[in-house]
């Protein structure tokens, strides 16, 4: 089955970039299209869904980080990618990537283990 | 934004008892909410997805209801590995997706 995994620096300092990969792998071909979401956790709290790029289509971001944020994606390489600038200590989280159900966009149904990322 | 509100923040349960957890909207998300399951060191777990439907393998005693502004997960009967923090989340209004804050359910 599909399967996601981050990959990037775990540690980025204040006002620096931050640039991750999710990598798919597994899965067939699968018709109809999906939505690929970078979401984030900072410890000890809840969850934030940072963005979404589709199959096709736009691209859609968190209104509160818009101005810090862009996700891309190789779908040829199976990859999409997060960059979040400008970085301050409140960016320190876990950082996970997730696929959408097929029809129900918004429901991530398959997710990557995570990723650390401290900011200091 | 919508505003997710999930209730109780902690809920002390003993093995076997039935649970219901809650989630309330700021406005009408209509059936598109989502129940994750998270245990410690884990990704969230996709439960319920349009309010009531069971993701794939997610055993019979999860049951999700709602719609509007107003949700629940009810584990019919607590086992062990259900021990975790449980989220909702509405996918109606975006960007951005929402989610509540959380509640969890500890060993009593």
């Known amino acids: 089955q599909v399967q996601l995994l981050e990959s990037g620096p775990g540690l980025v300092r204040p006002s620096e970039t931050l640039s991750l990969t999710c990598t798919v792998s597994?899965?067939?071909?699968?018709?109809?299209?999906?939505?690929w979401s970078w979401l984030r956790q900072p410890p000890g709290k809840g969850l934030e869904w940072i963005g979404d790029?589709?199959?096709?289509?736009?691209?859609y971001y968190n209104p509160s980080l818009k101005s810090r944020v862009a996700i891309s994606q190789d779908r040829s390489k199976k990859r999409f990618f997060l960059t979040l600038n400008s970085v301050t200590t409140a960016d320190t989280a876990v950082y996970f990537c997730?696929?959408?159900?097929?029809?129900?966009?918004?429901?991530?149904?398959?997710w990557g283990l995570g990723t650390l990322v401290t900011v200091s | 934004e919508v505003v997710m509100t999930q209730s109780p923040v902690t809920l002390s349960v003993s093995p076997g008892e039935r649970v219901t957890l809650s989630c309330r909207a700021s406005?009408?998300?209509?059936?598109?909410l989502a129940w994750y399951q998270q245990k410690p060191g884990q990704p969230p777990r996709l439960l319920i997805y349009?309010?009531?439907t069971r993701a794939t393998g997610v055993p019979a005693r999860f049951s999700g209801s709602g719609s509007g502004t107003d949700f629940t997960l009810t584990i019919s009967s607590l086992q062990s590995e259900d021990f975790a923090i449980y989220y909702c989340?509405?996918?109606?209004?975006?960007?951005?997706?929402?989610f509540g804050q959380g509640t969890k359910l500890d060993i009593k």
């Open positions: 997730a696929r959408s159900k097929q029809w129900d966009y918004g429901a991530f149904e398959i």
């Open positions: 597994g899965g067939s071909n699968t018709s109809g299209i999906f939505y």
């Open positions: 790029v589709p199959d096709s289509g736009n691209t």
């Open positions: 406005q009408s998300v209509n059936i598109n």
């Open positions: 349009a309010a009531s």
């Open positions: 989340q509405q996918y109606n209004n975006w960007p951005p997706y929402t």
